[in-house]
């Protein structure tokens, strides 16, 4: 299992990194999103996967909370980088009239 | 109670609360208020120079990083003290006179702020006794004469003057720096006492003579000397105020405080005498020659200043030749040399702060300071004339003015060293009293046309801006307080002599002092017909011939033309740099995020994979695996084909569609992962990015086919295959290889510890619930951004109240 879903966040980083090369502000974003996606495939795997019960006392044996404690921090701080910059994306798109990276250069002399 | 370290923080916090005075006391200048600091300073100052010149020292310590040796230690003796009576005196005299100088338009709170930060900074630098300390005072007095160059910042020749002056000064700090560090390292001590007590043991060392010119390169940008002098002119952009305070009276002596407070390290090498003598002499010529070509009244003093400032520098070289004799009745000869150095400090001091503020009143009465608009002055501005007679006399060398005998002491000084056979002087020596005295009599040119063509010839009213008329008494109080010191110092020189600038000696040569060498000098006005006298006399002659013919000689600076000068070359130097800097920044800042990622990625291939491959540390241990039911391939391969089909995706909403797959494909491994707190937070979360996504698209344009080239693709999917492959095989090798036992068993004991069941929630409620809470402030933070992204507009022009 472990192995497995090592595999598959492979995939998905691989994904997510094409995502993040491409021009398109819209695929960038989603590829950050699949990015955390990822990151929290990895951290739950370091920690074994399927070992006991769930982490709350008196069910038995539990499997490790810390990941999990971790996992829950980073999927909110996830949400807040996506909404920060899909309205990051409108504004630009709405000043600027463009969402494609190579145009959004700026000025040199800036 | 540590009294004196105390004194050098007074002006910091009174550079606190300066603007705040400034805001809420109206009615009231605000340098009323700043005058009280420095004169309570200079009094209090005053009060210690019965303990001082008795030959006591006061040591003071406050620590700040002792463990690294590191501490404020307040060192005050004779030269310290010296120093800080000037800093403390003319800064008083110099408040005053801005009162009157500065109309209360100007931004005056920022003004005295600067300035109290630089009193502060100088008085540091004149008593830290520890190396480093004096470094940062040292570039606080830089980073004070910067903003003091730049108030009027609307002009671009203060902004570009300001510029300047830190670049040299802080490039000649940071060398300094270096300079110390290596001094430090040698003796084992940050202190300067301490390096002075056992010099005997670091001479022969190999950093020594690079040490030596490190620092010494400091001293020559601070105290703008040849060829780092070019700062000094253009920093006259500054009010006059700050010119005759920093850029003749202070700031730019502490070049020359430095060159004397080691000179008992490295004075006695043939290196330091000739680097000393030898650019300080030749800066004295240099600066004297052209200030007689400059028109503008400043300049003309500029250059002045950076000629006397070699006098000073050249003296304190020629004194350090008596460490090289040792201590004997011949080489206490040479220590005269430092005595006149010492004394003509401070004479400078009085007759060029009097002069700047001159040319500030003669400015402000007439609109400009062109000699070339002005003269006339003398029967409407008469007092004015009066203290700019006494000023550049002095300057000049004429009797009686305190000037006239620090400038034979200059000449004898000149003449001892020139007999001498040490150093090579047996060839060369006979140059330096000539150069002196050639430089002399520019000296007494350039002063006479300051004051002849600014007082006296035709009154021009139609070339100025307003009528001449004399100004508020007050602005001249200063300026006739320093006037009269001049001539006092004439009559009664053995006062700051016995008091100031004996104890001052004994600092600068402890082992003379040690063996009861008397380094005091008797200084007398009249010394029957010497030779020094008879160059005194050739220097008025040839002067006053050179002022009349000078029509026939200006040709001469036509062979030095600004297209080949100094500034020239400076000005090249930090085109071509900024140029060419700029050239290669813009070779790889494509300003394009595609580059910027292929950079980060790169280097991740390369940087983890790269080093996996030729330190061969990569271990690979399959893990043991808990066991896949068929639900969890299902899952899995769902996933990864959702993934991949991301990439082929031609619609945004399909797109998104595969992104939820992906996020509640998670969710469901959360629950087979027994995390049932994580699979509610993600399915929650997923549900809400979903609609945000759908929200934002409602405003976005559609996904266009990427028209990338076909090589760019190639390159894309080559690194992004790089980074997946690196990615899995670390996560595999790390899964295969466990350091030490998890940490986790800790937290299995949150009912007792924390009071919860859930370990999870325990964790992110109790043990680490700073961490939430900064979490939450990020989420809000990440709120505020998303607000005003949305919500704010910026003004599409802005105010532009700069000039280009």
Redesign the interface.
Known sequence: METLVTILAGVLVTVATYLLLSKSLIRVIIGTAILTHAGHLLIMTLAKLKTGTVPIVGEGNPVDPLPQALILTSIVIGFAVTAVSLVLAYRTYQELGTDKLDKLRGDPDE | MSTIVLAIFIPFFAAAIIPFLYKYVKNIHVGWFAILVPTALFLYLASLIPTISSGDVIVQTMNWIPSYGINLTAYLDGLSLTLALLISGVGALVILYSIYYLSSREALGSFYTYLMLFMGAMLGVVMADNMLVLYVFWELTSISSFLLIAFWYQRKRSREGAKKSLIITVSGGISMLVGFIMVGSMANTWSIREVIADVGTINEHVLFIPAMLLVLLGAFTKSAQFPFHIWLPDAMEAPTPVSAYLHSATMVKAGIYLVARFTPVFGGEAVWFWAVTGVGIFTLFWGSFNAVRQTDLKALLAYSTISQLGMIMSMFGMGSAALYLGYSTESVIYTGSTFAALFHLVNHSTFKGALFMIVGIVDHSVGTRDIRRLGGLITLMPVTFTVATIGSMSMAGLPPFNGFLSKEMFFISTLDISEASFFGLGSWGILIPVIAWVASVFTFVYSTVFVVKTFLGPYKEEKLEHPAHEPKPGMLVSPIILGLLVIAFFFVPNMVGKHLITPAMGGIFPTFAAEGADLGQHIHAWHGFTPELVMTIGVILFGVLLFLTRKYWAGVYSLFPEKRSINTFYGFMLNQIEEKSTLIT?KYM?????DY??YI?TFFILGIGGTFIFTGAYKFT??E????SNF??LI?LA??AA??T??FAKS?LT??VL?SI??FG?AI??V???????AL??MI?EA??TV??LV?YY???E??K???RKKTKNI??F???G???V??AV??G??GNRAFE???SF??N??ELAGG????NA??GDF?AF??ML?VI??LI?GI??YT??RVRTKKESDQIEDK
């Open positions: 813009n494509t300003r394009y995020l595609r990622m292929v990625f399959l893990p695996n808990a066991s896949i969890e391939w899995v996933m990864m993934g991949i991301v990439l945004r797109a998104i992104n992906l996020g998670i491994l959360f087979l992962f027994r995390a049932p707190d994580l937070t993600q979360i809400v990015t945000l996504f934002a405003f976005l344009p996904l266009d990427e028209d990338t894309n999917l690194i992004s295959i980074v997946g492959v990615f899995t996560a595999l790390v899964q998890t940490i986790s937290y299995e949150s009912y069941n859930n370990m999870v964790i992110l680490r961490d939430t979490e990020v989420l990440a951004g998303v992204f949305i």
